[in-house]
């Protein structure tokens, strides 16, 4: 069997705004000023702990292991009760995944979101019944772009072969790690350039997906 996975953050929906705004927040607590929204997107994309981790080196703030827990429970409280303020879903991503959905394809979500804030960002969208498995980035050890949480979504959901669908360098080292082929959506976070990046199918609109997906679903045994 064959699936669809996603990331979700950057690839189905823009969530920089409300993460922009749980740092500054963090930031303002802690008596310094905030971090233009352009900054922050460069550091999404590794997961809360690298996110804060790469913030508080930014500005010089202690960075001992002690110091960063305490920042990062900060940013989580903060980002977990209001996850989905400023966020949007991208254009035509509810119609394409009910589409697929409606057409029997089995498809995953691999996010190093974590998962409550994952949770609470899919129910809020409507997004949550399209997954048969949703892995957050702190259910295993490791985050992407170790492959181990994109192989246990296809565990979850019993398939063999999938195609990935991200929007960072860190999707696209993912998918190579997996072993599986990446379609990147090239208006999300990423900041390298698509030809040095190399994915096996770009897009830059969710209408445009269906077409790559098609020749993939038709090539499985």
């Known amino acids: 069997m064959t699936a669809i996975v996603f990331d979700l953050d950057g690839t189905l929906i823009d969530s920089v705004g409300d993460i922009h705004a749980a740092l500054n927040q963090m930031l303002a607590q802690a008596g310094h000023g905030p971090l233009g929204k352009d900054t922050v997107t460069n550091f999404v994309g590794k997961g809360s702990s690298d996110l804060v981790k790469r913030v508080i080196d930014h500005i010089g703030l202690p960075n001992d292991a002690a110091s ?3 920042y990062l429970s900060e940013f989580l409280n903060i980002y977990t009760s209001a996850p989905a303020k400023f966020t ?13 959905q ?8 691999c996010t190093n979101k ?24 702190d259910r295993l050890p490791s985050r992407k772009p170790d492959p181990a949480m994109l192989h246990l979504v296809m565990k979850e959901l019993a398939v063999e072969r999938c195609l ?24 999300g976070y990423r900041q ?29 045994p």
Not at 88 to 100: C, I, N, R
Not at 114 to 133: D, I, M, N, Q
Not at 164 to 187: H, R
């Open 164 to 187: 990935f669908v991200g929007d960072s360098e860190i999707d696209v080292a993912t998918a190579k790690a997996a072993g599986v082929p990446i379609a990147l959506f090239t208006q």
């Open 68 to 70: 960063h827990t305490n």
């Open 102 to 109: 409606l057409s029997g394809v089995a498809l995953g979500l």
């Open 88 to 100: 949007t879903v991208f254009d035509q991503v509810h119609e394409v995944l009910a589409d697929f």
């Open 192 to 220: 390298t350039p698509v030809a040095k990046l190399a994915p096996d199918h770009e897009f830059d609109d969710f209408k445009n997906l269906p077409k790559i997906v098609a020749p993939f679903l038709a090539a499985t």
């Open 114 to 137: 974590p998962e409550a804030a994952t949770g609470v960002v899919l129910e809020k969208f409507g997004l949550s019944a399209f997954f048969g498995s949703i892995v957050g980035g």
